[in-house]
């Protein structure tokens, strides 16, 4: 009988100690329903062996270099608070690049949070979907345009690659790894024991921060949309026209929707729709708002209304939103 799926965690300086302990804690968690084994060992390295400092207060000591790379049947990347060449410049450094080499083909690649930037260095995103923590989206697109980034999903799987998102994202595709190789029963027993649930609806979306930075630092341009749009944000429950946001800032639609786009970086339509989930978001988090009242408060006037553009928005109905983020539940 095959012994356990064998998985390297490679360890890069400054490693955040959270995502480096997810596939240990999830995977290394996970027992043959049959006979009670383990169905993955993990292990971890560093690109010479020795130790690393980790995102925290303490520095981490493996018993592997390199060579286990070429021993594994999974990789997993995960994030790392020092930034290598991969991170600024969109290439792998040269130790990497000699380590990532010792891994056999057929091996499945993982990252968990930026490592992703690691496997788009080593060009094994090109052309395929893949993710990242929201926040460095940006830069993902300008150092990797081939790659088909998706920002708003927890987790991509393509087969032999797999990504996650932002930090905790790891925990789901460790699951889901789980879940696809052994079935819903091992995964769905690996997360009672860890305390986590087996699933998380919507992506990285709902944990995204909505409102549009308002331009020059805050302070209003002289001729420009920013009066306009604190009028909005005084009356969102209120139906807004074009036409009226134009007439705030004492400009023709035309002018108004150049400059709006221009200053926000997004239409006015748009724009109000943000807000006004924004505006949801907070009503859920903090009220006992029935979901029509929290359609009327934030504008979009009917809970069918609501419950779809946030699911356009976040990724969840309002009831799972309020579920997940409501601050004082009893």
Excluded: K
């Excluded at 924004?278 to 009220?287: C, H, I, S």
């Amino acid at each position: 009988m095959a012994g356990p799926h064998r998985v390297a965690v490679l360890a890069l300086e400054g490693v955040v100690a959270f995502e480096l302990a997810i596939p240990s804690r999830i995977l290394g968690s996970a027992r043959d329903p049959g006979g009670g084994g383990p169905l993955y060992r993990v292990r971890t390295c560093t690109l010479d062996g020795g130790p690393v400092a980790t995102s925290a207060d303490f520095r981490v000591t493996v018993d592997h270099g390199p060579e286990l790379l070429a021993e594994s049947d999974t990789v997993i990347v995960p994030a790392a608070h020092q930034r290598g060449p991969w991170y600024t410049e969109g290439r792998l450094s040269e130790p990497l690049a000699a380590a990532l080499a010792r891994v056999r083909p057929g091996t499945r690649m993982v990252s968990i949070c930026t490592g992703s930037f690691v496997l788009a260095a080593a060009g094994l995103l090109d052309g395929r979907p893949a993710t990242t923590h929201w926040r460095h989206t940006d830069r993902f697109r300008r150092l990797y345009p081939a790659v088909r980034l998706d920002p708003d999903v927890l987790f991509t799987d393509d087969g032999d690659v797999l990504t996650s998102g932002g930090v905790a994202a790891g925990v789901d595709l460790c699951l889901h790894i789980l879940r696809r190789d052994h079935g819903s029963a091992v995964a769905n027993q690996v997360s009672r024991q860890c305390i986590v649930p087996p699933w998380r609806d919507g992506g990285q979306s709902q944990y995204v921060e909505l409102p549009v930075p308002a331009p020059n630092g805050g302070r209003p341009e002289p001729g420009g949309t920013a009066a306009a749009r604190a009028w909005a944000l005084s009356r969102l429950h209120e139906p807004l026209g074009l036409r009226e946001l134009a007439a705030q800032a004492g400009m023709s639609v035309r002018t108004f929707t150049r400059r709006f786009r221009d200053e926000a970086g997004t239409s006015p339509g748009q724009w109000l729709v943000l807000q006004r989930a924004e505006r949801a978001r907070q009503l859920l988090e903090t009220t006992d708002m029935t979901v029509d009242q929290v359609a009327r408060e934030s504008g979009f006037g009917t809970a069918a209304s609501l419950r779809a553009h946030l699911r356009t928005v976040l990724g969840v109905a309002p009831t799972a939103y309020r579920r997940t983020f409501r601050a004082d539940r009893t």
